[in-house]
């Protein structure tokens, strides 16, 4: 009897064993879960920034859990791409990848961030709208880090954008009027000479207003990286010193073209006029001027014809020494001596506009509108 009963116990224990171990085979079984199980979605369909937008939360993807059928947490990643390159071959290939955090469901932008996803690194042409193609993945690694055999589970969705041209905040000269020339104590967009290369050597278009000349117009540049450096006379009208006292540009009142060089001590100006000089008006440099709006900081040109496929150049004193097109996407860029570049600026359509020429922010971050 005793044995039959320790027979019953060892048959009960097997069963049990292989019953627990069926069990925990089940539990261990990967399923993928389904695409619309994820529910991914974006809080806006249609994202116009600007920079009144940098602050802001404009977008936010978010998601459900992947539930591949065990106990794992998976990894998650969002892949921006332009449409034209989500299919064939070399799908996504060239896709922005996000990756996201351990265990977060969702990902939200401010504006600066978004803009800057949009117009440097997939490049979108600013100020006009855009499909852009958002991607999730969620996949699962292996505890090394690297990919496992469970194929990744992707769902995907589409927005509109309409990113900005932001300005960079390139290394400045901030210029500080003397004797009875107040100027702002801030940086101020026309009170600026800037470095768009980040060297030494600075740009910017200043108006000197005053008709009472060297009293009137006096000043000095002072770093936006070292407030103790303050640059001033140099000894002649073209050299600059820490030492110094108020630098001088004749004649005045007038809008100069100012170069400065820190490491040489140099400083050259020239006194300029703009001109609007194209097909329409037979590429004279002369017959289309741009007036000086010294509230604004800006050159405008009212009631301009222009027509549609022609093109046309900002033109200055005259000739072209001093000049400005646009590069390949579609940006002001400098066009006279010595380098001779850039294309000519193209008519959208046909009418008659108002022209504008932004040059108060300094070299680098110049610009150009036709309304």
Do not use: H
Request: charged fraction near 15%; aromatic fraction near 10%; proline fraction near 4%.
């Amino acid at each position: 009897m005793k044995k039959l009963s320790i027979q019953i116990i060892f048959t009960l224990l097997i069963a049990s064993l292989f019953f627990g171990c069926k069990k925990d085979a089940s539990t261990n079984i990967v399923t993928s879960p389904s695409v619309g199980s994820l529910s991914f979605k974006s809080s806006a369909s249609n994202v116009v920034l600007s920079a009144t937008t940098d602050a802001t939360n404009v977008v936010t993807f978010s998601f459900k859990a992947a539930n591949f059928g065990v106990s794992i947490i998976p990894t998650y990643s969002l892949e921006f791409d332009l449409p034209s390159d989500t299919s064939g071959i070399n799908a996504w290939g060239n896709a922005i990848a996000v990756k996201l955090p351990s265990g977060i469901l969702e990902k939200a932008y401010l504006g600066a961030d978004f803009n800057s996803l949009l117009a440097n690194q997939l490049m979108l042409p600013t100020g006009s709208v855009s499909t852009l193609a958002v991607r999730l993945k969620a996949e699962v690694n292996q505890n090394t880090g690297t990919a496992s055999v469970i194929k990744p589970i992707y769902s995907s969705i589409s927005i509109t954008v309409n990113p900005y041209k932001a300005t960079i905040e390139y290394p400045a000269l901030l210029l500080k009027g003397g004797n009875s020339w107040k100027t702002p104590t801030v940086r101020t967009n026309g009170f600026i000479l800037t470095s768009a290369k980040f060297n030494s050597k600075y740009e910017g278009y200043l108006n000197l207003p005053n008709a009472d000349g060297y009293g009137g117009d006096a000043f000095q540049l002072v770093s936006s990286k070292d407030a103790t450096k303050v640059y001033g006379w140099g000894g002649t009208s073209t050299t600059m010193s820490l030492t110094g006292g108020n630098l001088y540009l004749s004649p005045a009142p007038a809008y100069m073209k100012v170069n400065a060089d820190v490491d040489a001590l140099t400083i050259n100006y020239t006194a300029v006029k703009f001109f609007i000089s194209g097909d329409d008006n037979g590429w004279s440099t002369s017959s289309t001027p741009m007036i000086y709006n010294a509230t604004t900081g800006k050159l405008v040109a009212a009631n301009v014809s222009l027509t549609a496929g022609k093109t046309f150049v900002f033109t200055c004193n005259g000739g072209y020494d001093i000049s400005y097109k646009v590069d390949a996407t579609g940006a002001l860029v400098y066009a006279g001596a010595p380098t001779w570049g850039g294309i000519n600026i193209p008519v959208a359509k046909t009418g008659v506009f108002t022209v504008t020429l932004d040059l108060s922010a300094g070299d680098g971050n110049y610009t150009y509108s036709v309304k």
